[in-house]
């Protein structure tokens, strides 16, 4: 069974510039979460899907940060316009029903300069 | 609110030595309390769930252990591929997985 894709693996920009990561969770997994972990801290939930639809973004600054998950499957996560405390790396996770262990990608590590 | 603490930050260990990482919570209607281990570079890996005070889940040289106040994952003769940061996470009522902020465990040869 593949795991939880990410892509780009690294991405390093300047402030005020945009960036995107995408995730394609394992087949068959209803819900999609999306971590920010800050380097010595545990991951901190952004948003959550369930298919296509929002089920949590009370922590996704919403400013800057956009998500969506087309057709219930892969997602994006857009930050607009980076600051230099968005530096992290930002998980993707999946699990077939909510509740259920989660499946994490490998992450893309964020460098804001 | 729910919350989850990590305690020790960073704990060194000789090989063969055991010891345990605590993880304290509140949080509102315990749904499950989850542990997964981190490698550097790499997203958390799902070790053990544990639903309700008193159970006991065990896999390898780890043992997870649950109170209604806290978990301890013990680690009898650590191995020094036994190396990672160690998470603990909560999921209650709020539906929502918290972490805590992990323990990095090194076990030295």
């Known amino acids: 069974e593949a795991g939880v894709a990410q892509s780009p693996r690294y991405k390093i920009i300047e402030k005020r510039q945009s960036v995107a990561f995408w995730c394609n969770p394992i087949?068959?997994?209803?819900?999609l979460y999306w971590y920010q972990q800050i380097l010595g801290q545990g991951p901190k939930l952004l948003i959550q899907?369930?298919?296509?639809?929002?089920?949590?973004d009370s922590q996704l600054p919403k400013d800057r940060f956009s998500a969506e998950r087309l057709k219930g499957v892969d997602s994006t996560l857009k930050i607009q316009p980076a600051k230099l405390e968005d530096s992290a790396v930002y998980l993707c996770?999946?699990?077939?029903?909510?509740?259920?262990?989660?499946?994490f990608g490998s992450g893309t590590q964020l460098s804001v300069l | 609110e729910d919350q989850v603490t990590q305690s020790p930050e960073a704990l060194r260990l000789q090989e063969g030595e055991s010891s345990s990482l605590n993880c304290s919570y509140t949080?509102?209607?315990?749904?499950?309390l989850f542990w997964y281990r981190q490698d550097p570079g790499k997203g958390p890996e799902f070790l053990f769930t544990?639903?309700?005070a008193g159970e006991e889940k065990e896999k390898e040289r780890l043992k997870a252990t649950l109170t209604k106040k806290e978990s301890f994952l013990h680690i009898t003769a650590p191995k020094p591929e036994d190396s990672a940061t160690y998470l603990c996470?909560?999921?209650?009522?709020?539906?929502?997985?918290?972490f805590g902020q992990g323990t990095t465990l090194q076990v030295k040869p």
């Open positions: 996770a999946s699990n077939r029903v909510r509740n259920e262990k989660l499946f």
């Open positions: 087949s068959g997994h209803a819900t």
């Open positions: 899907f369930q298919n296509n639809g929002v089920v949590d």
């Open positions: 949080v509102s209607g315990l749904r499950g």
């Open positions: 544990l639903y309700s």
């Open positions: 996470a909560v999921l209650g009522n709020t539906g929502k997985l918290i």
